[in-house]
């Protein structure tokens, strides 16, 4: 560790990164790795992408397995379990739904954000009267103070734009034009929220781009997704958010068609100027 002041999800999935180096630097598959340390294949992979806690058992059985039995590189991964245990800000409320953590984990190492929504303001542009009123109507079981816990959470999470170290998140937010036309808490609450977009756009690291009805059919018609990029030599991630779930895909393939569907939207959509352009004309629509 030559970073003790990181994160715990970026120790995290430096560790996993590293074991699944060892793995593959023997010619091991994930099912060959799993047997032999006496783990499900679903252990190791979650292992390896940050998606469970790791014990120190887990890591020297699995050094065992892979042939590294010298102290260093024992007491440097068993020093990132260590460190990795750590929590984060967010883990432990019991109202922030417990998959949503491992994104939250990825998106605060993460060094870029391409978003693409189809029907709401991404959660990092969101205004308080905005995500009080998303989620109002998404979570009716929770009680005002957990409704507003979730509001500071949220408002938390945008701090990763304007942090100076490590740098800013870079976030490109693609959105439909219906997103600025939906009366989320009603005119006012919209009005605000379509000036609090203006406002970020003069973010550096902010990058705002519409797409207009009149586009018609693109390639971001099957639905939101995103792409979290990390430091170099760490591969991305695409996460989907739905009923369904939350995905977060990491092979090859997925990957591929994921980066390729980014490129389509973001080819097809107008530049800044053209976007802000239809972010300010829909304020002014919307002014109460």
């Known amino acids: 560790m030559t970073e003790p002041t990181r994160s715990p ?51 020297l059985r699995l050094l065992g397995v892979y042939g590294e039995t010298g102290t260093g590189q024992q007491e440097l991964l068993l020093a990132m379990v260590r460190s990795g245990a750590s929590r984060e800000w967010w883990e432990g409320h019991r109202a922030l739904p417990p998959k949503f953590g491992s994104y939250l984990g990825l998106e605060s190492v993460a060094t870029t954000l391409r978003a693409y929504d ?29 409704i507003d816990r979730l509001v500071e959470f949220r408002m938390r999470r945008q701090e990763i734009l304007t942090r100076t170290d490590p740098p800013p998140l870079t976030l490109w937010s693609v959105m439909d034009e219906a997103v600025l036309r939906r009366q989320v808490g009603g005119r006012q609450v919209m009005h605000a929220q379509l000036q609090r977009l203006i406002e970020a756009s003069e973010l550096p690291a902010v990058n705002l781009l519409v797409m ?12 939101p997704f995103a792409i979290l990029q990390f430091e170099t030599g760490t591969r991305p991630v695409v996460y989907v958010e739905g009923q369904a779930g939350n995905l977060y895909l990491e092979k090859d393939d997925d990957l591929r068609r994921g980066q390729q569907t980014m490129n389509h939207i973001l080819a097809a959509a107008p530049g800044p100027e053209r976007s802000l352009a239809l972010i300010r004309q829909a304020a002014k629509e919307m002014k109460p």
Do not use: N
């Open 212 to 223: 207009p009805d009149e586009l018609g059919a693109h390639a971001g018609l099957d639905g």
């Open 118 to 146: 189809t029907h709401l303001v991404h959660g990092l542009l969101q205004t308080p009267d905005y995500a009080r009123t998303l989620l109002q109507a998404e979570r009716p079981e929770l009680l005002p103070h957990e």
């Open 9 to 59: 999800t970026a120790v995290r999935r430096e560790l996993g990164q590293r074991l699944r180096g060892l793995r593959t630097d023997q010619g091991m598959t994930v099912a060959q790795a799993a047997a032999q340390a006496g783990f499900s294949q679903s252990k190791v992979t979650k292992i390896e992408l940050a998606q469970m806690a790791v014990t120190r058992d887990d890591v």
